[in-house]
């Protein structure tokens, strides 16, 4: 009997062994995000996944475990940005930002400096611009001009839905008073018809087709510019809504390279040969890189008056939008895309375009499912069309920050009527709809304080609008954590790897300089990551 009980104990030393944590996260306050277990004071992590979530866990470490006293912080999960665009922001962070730029003019003597670094005839392209800083009128291609020395200028308006081009460009592109507006698309012109500078939505591929690709170095370079940046705001997921074949390869040397502190959920960007290729091939999944989506686009958007509306914009008579895509290509794709095990994710924003978006997935998918269509912004919903959302088992992907960047002007656009099914995330959460939070940088900054920020209070970084903007849809401090970590996970079929705090999943979390669920909520933006960790690696340490 003896022998048989120090073989047991020499076969219980190797199991022991292997609980041994390789780092221990200790003396802090850990959100879990987990209802099972909501707080904690220590995480103990192996390899890349958590071992145990506790109070005292000295237990499982020893001489080899690397211990970090987080001395009472705030300890969270990873957050996960459910809609954002990788390269968009390494190319800002390449660039000048425009967001907050208040006049034409200013935009023109920031264009007069970059000029002077440029060769003759180089292109100029930057993003951000916002016609509602400056009055809101849209600019024109002779703002630019003068301040150009004859080189040619695209930028993006703040919503990506909108160039402002100079003659020059207009020139090089063969855009004149006879040139057409493409179907999805909309050249703005005096009134004599010619063209004045700005070009909305489909339109913008009529002067964006002849301006140099990028290459396959710098490409790989914003993608690694805008990772670190993530990694350093704390974010250790982000679902990067619409790539190319180009990014993919990018992304796939930055993992063998060990240069990608962050993962990655792609979109495919639209139908097109990549979207064929994975239709043949399935999709694939990876701890660093899934592809098993596809992006689509049905309207425009509303800062830009091209979110497509069921009635005239309300400061606008005349203009109902613009759709981009057809209910028959919609329907398609979600078809084949339900078939072949690909979610299907489609921006949509005014009413007229969300109710188009419901009516083909509800074609597909017939009722409730576990297929997890989504619709991205899900911004202006008409009142009956919530219920739908539940009823084919959808996932509302929104960004916070759209509502307090739109509160400015959103009721003047759409009326009174049409904004109480605006930016309505208790409308959605209160029947069972998850709410994937997100930013949608570079469109909004990519700081995820800011979106948490916007999500509990609906204010702006002033603190107005006492009380909020249509304070009734502000989430509470648990929603808006659970927006940006689980229901982000499960937005991307990953909630059982990922989101929570718990044994078995991935080791993604931060650690903060303050803490967001008790402090005040004016503090909340100026919250600071100290310390993220992804897969148990530290990947930013705050100085």
Known sequence: ????????????????????????????????????????????????????????????????????????????????????HMRGLGELLESQDLRHVPTTAAVADIIRREAAR?????????????????????????????????????????????GWVNTRALELAGVTKESRDPPGGKIIRDAGGNPTGVLIDRAMGL??????????????????LAARECARLGLTSVH????????????????????????????????GELWREYLKKGPETG????????????????????????????????????L?????????????????????????????????????????????????????HAQVVSLPDFQRFADFSLIASMQATHATSDMR????????????????????????????????????EANPMLGLYAAITRQDLKGEPAGGWHPDQRMTREQALKSWTLDGAYAAFEEKDKGSLEPGKMADLLILDRDIMTAPAAEIPRTQVKTTILGGRVVHQAP
């Open 240 to 271: 990067d809504a619409g790539v190319s074949s180009r990014e993919l390869s990018a992304y796939r040397e930055l993992i063998r390279e060990d240069k990608l502190p962050v993962r990655v959920y792609a979109m495919i960007g639209g139908e």
């Open 207 to 224: 002067v964006r087709a002849h301006i140099p690709p990028a290459g396959a170095t710098q490409v790989k370079r914003q993608l690694e």
């Open 1 to 84: 009997m003896s022998v048989i009980v120090v073989l047991l104990a020499l076969l219980a030393v190797p199991a022991a062994r292997a609980q041994t944590a390789d780092l221990l996260v200790e003396n802090a306050v850990v959100y879990t995000v987990n209802p099972a277990q909501p707080r904690a004071k220590s995480i103990a992590i192996s390899k890349s996944r958590i071992l145990a979530v506790g109070d005292d866990l000295s237990r499982y470490a020893d001489a080899r475990t690397r211990r970090i006293d987080a001395k009472g912080a705030a300890v969270i999960p990873g957050l996960i940005d459910a809609h954002v």
């Open 324 to 376: 981009l895509i057809t209910p028959e290509a919609l329907e398609r794709v979600a078809r084949d895309g339900a078939a072949k095990g690909f979610q299907v994710c489609t921006h949509a924003i005014g009413d007229r375009a969300n109710r188009l978006v419901l009516d083909a997935y509800a074609a597909v998918l017939g009722g409730r499912n576990d297929k997890r269509f989504r619709i991205e």
């Open 118 to 162: 440029r060769g003759p005839g180089e292109w100029i392209v930057m993003r951000n611009w916002d016609q509602t800083n400056w009055g809101g009128a849209f600019p024109k291609a002779r703002d630019l001009d003068e301040a150009s020395g004859g080189r040619p200028v695209f930028l993006s308006r703040v919503d990506g839905h909108a």
């Open 409 to 444: 002007w959103a009721a003047r656009r759409l009326g009174p009527d049409r904004v109480t099914g605006a930016y309505a995330w208790q409308r959605f959460l209160k029947i069972g709809v998850p709410v994937a939070n997100g930013s949608d940088f570079p469109v909004e």
């Open 287 to 322: 701890e660093y890189l899934t592809v098993r989506s596809i992006k689509l686009f049905s309207d425009g958007a509303l800062g830009s008056s091209g979110a497509a509306l069921w009635q005239d914009y309300s400061d606008e008579p005349g203009n109902q939008g613009l």
